[in-house]
């Protein structure tokens, strides 16, 4: 067999293990009865089509391209954080997360199949938790960017190890701790998202509908409020607390979104959760009504606050990677001003510096619409759960729709 | 829901095909030489049969020296019964134009029959 023949045959027999195993069969059928063809033109259109049947099976299941598309876009992930100097004490860091991240998320993928079911039905489902997935693949690059700039601005100037060290940044020992909360943070919300996604979390379309819809304006607000993160201090003199800061806003329409900010944060949850309980049709009647609706609520103020916590930080800190990788975009995103050489410098550094305070919004602003929406819900729906000492009233009534 | 009325033009000249001697087993490049069509039309058409149990596949016992082992069909009876009726539902409404039930070449249940 030539070289050309065994390269043929092995790419044949990868393309055949993307196949769910009923089809593998009929792809080498197909294969099989070419050899009963007259050699030539003939042949090769019959071994076309079992290209094109062999596409049509891959492309016909869900899963496979899922697959497909989460192996390219990890692929793509590691290649953008991948280079770097090996002196740069960040680099093994980055590579390390890549590789933890990456794995997490297609264990995760595996664990909710076989946990908690298929995804629910209808693409916005599907859609939130591609969208998950893109987000963290997208947030390794750019937080990459940042951390490997800081490092080796220190790196060049010794006299800034302090100043570092004072941010959040630095590469001392406490980084693989802060890794590991970081990563314990993405199994709760991966854990959240296919859950509440899944067939079995028996979440209506509308109640994900507001949760998704709620989450990207509070994510829209977190980031209009700080878009070079929430830690960063340039573009306002005066802003010496770290608080947030939007460098293309006037102060007062700052002032607007950081309260919007607020506000939302905790209304949110508050106010949406009890109206999907109640409004949102119920699709089965596996779970007792009342817990139904709770279930409706906590959907909301969780899964909103996880949607809206990788909306700004991905969002930021794609901004954040954008001006440090393109250095003439730093003049354009603070305050449309030229900058002058030391300002942009320390407008780096600072804007680098900002991505370590995301895990913190990571953490605390899902641990807050968890916290909420349980909070409401128990109120607006604990008796009839029966936290009141009563007995359920409503449970196997009808049903609302 | 108005149960399937037609099956595509390919999948009928496949069931044809098939149908003219019953108990034999066919190939598919046989298949695919009295239908004139295309191995990627034909066997996506075989898939949706079997998958609906209107046809039986196996592989060759004794395959020839030198070749690979071919795959085999032949229609079940449901298939048989499937295949008569389609022609006869075709013969019985000769001008009406094709019901699309499902995507092209796919074969959806009838009524009751999931």
């Known amino acids: 067999v030539s070289a050309r023949g065994r390269i043929a045959a092995h790419a044949g027999r990868a393309i055949l293990r993307l196949l769910p195993a009923r089809r593998r069969d009929w792809v080498e059928a197909l294969w099989a009865e070419s050899a009963a063809l007259p050699p030539g033109r003939e042949r090769v259109r019959w071994q ?26 990890a692929a793509l992930a590691a290649v953008g954080c991948w280079p770097g100097s090996a002196a740069n004490v960040v680099t093994a860091t980055v590579w390390f997360n890549v590789v933890a991240v990456v794995a997490i998320l297609g264990a995760m993928g595996w664990l909710a199949r076989h946990v908690f079911g298929p995804a629910r039905a209808g693409w916005l489902p599907r859609a939130v938790r591609a969208a998950f997935y893109a987000a963290i693949l997208v947030m390794l690059p750019t937080v990459a960017i ?3 700039y800081d490092y080796d601005v220190v790196d060049a100037h010794p006299s800034l190890h302090r100043y570092i060290a004072a941010g959040t940044t630095y590469p001392g020992p406490p980084f693989i701790l802060i890794e590991g909360v970081v990563l314990f943070i993405l199994v709760g919300c991966a854990l959240a998202v296919l859950w509440l996604t899944s067939e079995r979390s028996q979440v209506s379309g509308r109640a994900l509908a507001l949760a998704v819809g709620f989450g990207l304006m509070l994510g829209a607000c977190g980031y209009l409020s700080g878009p070079l993160g929430p830690g960063n201090t340039t573009g306002s003199p005066g802003n010496t607390a770290g608080g947030a800061v939007n460098p293309w806003l006037p102060g007062s329409w700052t002032s607007v979104v950081t309260i919007a900010d607020w506000v939302l944060l905790f209304a949110g949850p508050a106010l949406l959760g009890p109206i999907a309980g109640f409004c949102c049709g119920r699709r089965r009647e596996r779970l007792p009504l009342v817990n139904w609706r709770f279930v409706q609520c906590l959907c909301v103020g969780l899964l909103g606050s996880i949607v809206a916590a990788l909306t700004a930080t991905v969002a930021a800190s794609a901004t954040i990677a954008v001006a440090l990788e393109f250095p003439a975009a730093a003049s354009y995103l603070d305050h449309g001003a030229n900058l002058t050489g030391t300002a942009a410098y320390l407008w780096g550094l600072n804007a680098g510096g900002s991505e370590g305070a995301f895990p913190l919004i990571w953490f605390c602003v899902p641990v807050v619409g968890f916290v909420v929406s349980v909070v409401v819900g128990a109120v607006t729906f604990g008796r009839e759960l029966g936290f009141g000492g009563e007995s359920p009233p409503v449970s196997g009534l009808p049903i609302d729709h | 829901v108005s149960p399937r009325s037609e099956f595509s033009p390919q999948t009928l000249s496949v069931l044809a095909a098939l149908s003219d001697r019953p108990s034999d087993w066919h190939h598919g490049y046989e298949v695919a030489r009295e239908t004139a069509l295309k191995s990627g039309t034909l066997y996506p058409i075989l898939i949706r049969l079997a998958d609906r149990g209107l046809l039986e596949a196996e592989w060759q016992d004794e395959p020839v020296p030198g070749r690979p082992r071919r795959h085999l069909y032949r229609l079940t009876a449901p298939g048989l019964a499937a295949a008569e009726a389609a022609r006869a539902g075709a013969l019985a409404q000769p001008g009406r134009p094709r019901e699309r039930t499902g995507p092209k070449g796919s074969l959806r249940p009838a009524a009751g029959n999931s």
């Not at chain 1, 076309?48 to 876009?73: D, I, N, Y």
């Open chain 1, 48 to 73: 076309a089509g079992s290209v094109r049947l062999a596409a049509r099976e891959v492309m016909g299941s869900w899963r496979t391209p899922g697959r497909l598309a989460f192996t390219v876009a």
């Open chain 1, 146 to 148: 940042a951390r490997r």
